[in-house]
T-cell receptor
């Protein structure tokens, strides 16, 4: 089955800096790659997603890139703010079942 | 108005007891899920129902039994609770999926189960 590896497990940046989180997946048939943000005491919430026919997608300060050949995708957050502090999960899917990465705890220091 | 609501939010119980967690969504979605999040934050799918029909059943012990009385509700009953069942359980519903990919998941706020 699909396996998703996510790195780093923790990331600390200064406010205003960029943050990058990387994921690799094992099943080359996976074709949908969402990113979820989980704030303390809340459920995860979708922040951006990308499908396999697209190499890059951007939404304001966040962007996702996908390299299907290498089977990896990344989340980029620019101009980080304290409210970006949360746990971020990548996921991969081909059949409607999402397989999540292990999560990255991002801390943005003011 | 909460989109996906689950109760209770906290549950503390003794080993061997039976407990239930309830979930309701008012988004009109056909598909609902239960996810388990362990102490290391790892999110793992347990079950998925589409319009009251079980479509995903991961390798979960038989002590866990989901029930969907209608497409807006998905409950989780756990028999003979064990220490390892301690986790946060998330209910979610999703928008219709496209061909071959999952729709957006809308999660509840989670139910933290502690087994003593």
């Amino acid at each position: 089955g699909e396996n998703v590896e996510q790195h780093p497990s923790t990331l600390s940046v200064q406010e205003g800096d960029s943050a990058v989180i990387k994921c690799t997946y094992s099943d080359s048939a996976s074709n949908y790659f969402p990113w979820y943000k989980q704030e303390l005491g809340k459920g995860p919430q979708l922040i951006i997603d990308i499908r396999s026919n697209v190499g890059e997608k951007k939404d304001q300060r966040i962007a996702v890139t996908l390299n299907k050949t290498a089977k990896h995708f990344s989340l980029h957050i620019t101009e980080t703010q304290p409210e970006d502090s949360a746990v971020y999960f990548c996921a991969a899917s081909k059949t409607g079942k999402l397989i999540f990465g292990q999560g990255t705890t991002l801390q943005v220091k003011p | 108005d909460t989109a996906v609501s689950q109760t209770p939010k906290y549950l503390v119980t003794q080993m061997g007891n039976d407990k239930s967690i309830k979930c309701e969504q008012n988004l009109g979605h056909d598909t609902m899920y239960w996810y388990k999040q362990d102490s290391k934050k790892f999110l793992k799918i347990m079950f998925s129902y589409n319009n009251k029909e079980l479509i995903i059943n991961e390798t979960v012990p038989n002590r866990f039994s989901p029930k969907s009385p209608d497409k807006a509700h998905l409950n989780l009953h756990i028999n003979s609770l064990e220490l390892g069942d301690s986790a946060v359980y998330f209910c979610a519903s999703s928008t219709p999926s496209g061909v071959g990919f999952a729709g957006e998941l809308f999660f509840g706020e989670g139910s933290r189960l502690t087994v003593l």
